[in-house]
């Protein structure tokens, strides 16, 4: 008997092909027949970019605050990205117990303690780099180098969308511009080009780029329509003549799905219709996107995330699969993300508090709908941050042990797995946890076994996992 994949393979290069490889991309290989099931079926991915420091916001390390301005020695050598190891550095922050678990957390990521103990934290993560590009492709890929799908697009091209009108996978990036990589972080590389991720900026005018046609006396609503459907057809004969080629069928279906999106997208974005006291909860400014942002503050960071958090919540309950929201771009000046190796207190304080009011209203608001219990929520970063100074106010790269937390979706709250008493390597060295584990159990709870999910690229069979990945069940109610 033929393979799906196989079938698809052979008939996509005709006509009748071209739709039927669009169907299959809405539907996902794997719709209607997980390999198990699922508990969950949307994926939100919240990444702090430049690499948010874990032992100044969720992993307490009281013995910083005893050693604080003493020589740090860890009895081992000490490989550091861009420095020699600094006096031990006590964070700038007091942490107190929340929740009935009593969880210790910074002052600065306070509001997470309203549904701290439905988070799922893992203190061990490990990355394989100190570099910036590599160790966020890590998070989003599955590798530190490019070339590879993104979680997002295996995710889309494993289980489709749920939407005809709407992409399967949504990217809100910072609203500074783009993190390490750029558009690397979303891409499919390998996997058919229309499960890339769909740029969305809620913050500007045109939230989507050449969604509209621009203003002009010259066109029309009908030459507009008659100048796509002649470009369908245009791209329909040349696809015909060229077999095999997916980004073909993929530009097709972008611009009926943009058609779509002129309706679609545009009611998810609008945010006004929601009632004050949701937009208050996820900090939303009264200025809206024209809050002043000219020096990094508090209230800017509440809205610009919170209206992404808020505006991903939208978009899920519309049919959109995964949504990737960003805290912080690539480096630049004045610094606007989380690599604070100058001044970890200017710079973490004001992305925390915005992160986590946005943070935890996404899980009160999805939590309130019914949504929770199927929608997984990841927080990472890249790498965390040294428990030394570098200099006086600073922390280096930390690739050594770092903090995720996931929420939802059938993980239940804990701790699982510790850092050393540092917060410099993990507690237990022969046990770690990689970001192959964390993408393993999410394809878990999706119904996704992570070792059946291939595609043969290059004379290899390739999957978001690699060759590595256990599925931590521990972690899973």
Request: hydrophobic share 35%.
């Amino acid at each position: 008997m033929i393979a799906r994949r196989q079938f698809l393979r052979a008939f996509s290069g005709s006509f009748a092909g071209l739709a039927l490889t669009d169907l299959m991309a809405k539907d996902g290989i794997l719709s209607g027949q997980h390999h198990h099931p699922p508990r969950a079926k949307r994926v939100v991915q919240l990444f702090m970019a430049g690499a948010a420091s874990h032992v100044d916001t969720f992993d307490h390390k009281p013995l910083l605050n005893e050693k604080d301005g003493q020589p740090w020695d860890p009895g081992e050598e000490v490989e550091l990205f861009q420095s020699t190891p600094g006096a031990c550095f006590a964070s700038p922050w007091s942490f107190q117990p929340y929740g009935e678990s009593g969880k210790m957390l910074s002052e600065i990521v306070a509001p997470l303690g309203d549904v701290v103990d439905q988070l799922a934290f893992v203190h061990n993560m490990v990355g394989k780099t100190g570099v910036h590009s590599q160790g966020t492709l890590l998070q989003t890929t599955g590798f530190n180098f490019p070339g590879f799908p993104s979680a997002g697009s295996w995710i889309s091209y494993a289980l489709g969308s749920e939407s005809d009108n709407l992409p399967s996978f949504v990217v809100l990036p910072d609203h500074r511009g783009l993190a390490s990589n750029g558009a690397k972080n979303w891409s499919t590389a390998f996997l058919p080009a229309e499960h890339q991720g769909t740029i969305i900026r809620p913050t500007r005018d045109e939230p989507i780029a050449d969604l509209y046609p621009p203003e002009s006396e010259f066109i029309t609503k009908a030459s507009d329509e008659a100048g796509l459907a002649a470009l369908k057809k245009l791209n329909l004969d040349h696809a015909r003549k060229r077999s095999g080629d997916d980004r073909l069928a993929a530009r097709v279906r972008s611009y009926e799905l943009a058609a779509a999106m002129q309706l679609s997208a545009t009611d998810a974005l609008d945010v006004s219709s929601e009632p004050q006291s949701i937009q208050n909860m996820y900090g939303l400014a009264p200025e809206g996107p024209a809050v002043d942002d000219s020096t990094i503050n508090e209230k800017a960071e509440s809205e610009f995330f919170g209206r992404k958090c808020l505006v991903a919540r939208r978009l899920l309950e519309r049919g959109v699969r995964f949504v990737q929201v960003w805290s912080g771009n690539d480096n630049g000046f004045p610094r606007r993300n989380w690599d604070s190796h100058g001044d970890v207190k200017r710079d973490h304080a004001p992305l925390a508090l915005g992160m986590a009011r946005g943070a935890s209203a996404l899980i009160k608001d999805l939590s309130q709908r019914g949504m929770l219990d199927d929608t997984i929520i990841l927080w990472t970063t890249e790498f965390g941050r040294m428990p030394c100074s570098q200099g006086s106010k600073g922390r280096d790269h930390n690739p050594f042990v770092f903090t995720n937390w996931l929420c939802g979706g059938g993980f239940k709250g804990g701790i699982y797995g510790e850092s050393d008493h540092w917060g410099y390597k993990p507690l237990d060295r022969g046990r770690q946890t990689q970001v192959y584990d964390i993408h393993a159990t999410i394809l878990h709870l999706l119904g996704i076994d992570h070792t059946k999910l291939s595609v043969r690229n290059n004379g290899i069979d390739r999957r978001l996992t690699d060759v590595h990945g256990r599925v931590i069940h521990e972690m899973i109610a």
